[in-house]
């Protein structure tokens, strides 16, 4: 008896981008003087120390946690959201659900709203990987557009948007934002707002020109952009960036009642629980806004450090407005330039991993130590 073929979901998906840095890292960490990571957004710095203890005075919850997370989960959200950011005030019981780290949450977005195959997904022309990877997994159609007006007649089922933009470091400004919120509602179109680096937003501009100031990041749950009316709109959030909280799969959705009811709903019957110890370092974590503070200056003067590097050795820094990256071009193949840095013992992303416009581009994190950003900027400059 014949048996049907064994489907294999990884051959609908592009290759893992960091498999393709091998080479490049092997050069890289042959470097005499040591290996330099700056190719990914991961914390190297501690975690908040409130986070910490809210997880060490909960480790012993030996109960399943709730989809849904704790009332105090929700409450903390809700109040951190508009105290830190002037997000409207959201209702804790039915607008907020945590999540298992947002990655997994934006892979898992498009399949758990029931889009597949005859849905349109919108993605920027230089986005974030796993929003290209929720929609295939889903069996969407994809799209990469920065502008509405790109987009033709036909209008998609669900829109992301991502500012501050991984990776560029790119602001959509509040008209923009209030007209992707315009054309949305009248399309009937779910917007999707990635706004895991919101409280990484910088007010000097990368290449030191004197004078400009960038956008400050603003939600898309801000009542300038939305009004107060969350209909078909979800901010995604995080607490990897600006609590160091990675390894703690720390996340949340907030917007539209009705989303976060279906998507609360399916999750429920997934089994996608966030462990009650870390609902309750979470819970510290967005309580402690100094840490938040401390961590941004921190980034802040790792930034500086390695822009004026990348300036006196003749790159361009484009974007790189907010955000834990400086866009940089020599105005070569991408690869060339990872080649470049590999050589000094340093491993930067290649633009292309982000789109076809990325091809000239290379991604530099600021997400190495104090000394070794200092040591990557002595390199950089020669």
Partial sequence: MAHPPRIVRSSLLPDFPWDSL???RAKAESHPDGFINLSMGTPV?????AAQLGLAENSGAPGYPQTVGTQELRQTIV???TRRYGIIP????RQVLPVIGTKEAIAWLPYLLGLGEGHTVVIPELAYPTYEVGALLAGASIVRADSTFQLGPQAP???YINSPSNPTGKVLGLEHLRKVVSWARERDVIVVSDECYLGLGWTTNANGVRGERPTQPVSLLH????DGDTTNLIAVHSLSKTSNMASYRSGWLAGDEKLIHELLAVRKHAGFMVPQPIQAATVAALKD????????EIYRNRREILAAALRDAG???DNSEAGLYLWSTRDEPCRDTVDWFAERGILVAPGEFYGPKGVKHVRVALTGTDDQITAAAQRIAG
């Fill in 22 to 24: 091998a080479d490049a």
């Fill in 45 to 49: 710095d501690p975690v908040s120390p």
């Fill in 79 to 81: 109040e951190a959201m």
């Fill in 90 to 93: 959201l209702d804790p019981e």
């Fill in 157 to 159: 089922t669900l829109m």
């Fill in 223 to 226: 009542p300038d952009v939305c």
């Fill in 289 to 296: 806004d100094g840490f938040e503070q401390l961590q941004r």
């Fill in 315 to 317: 790159f361009t820094i």
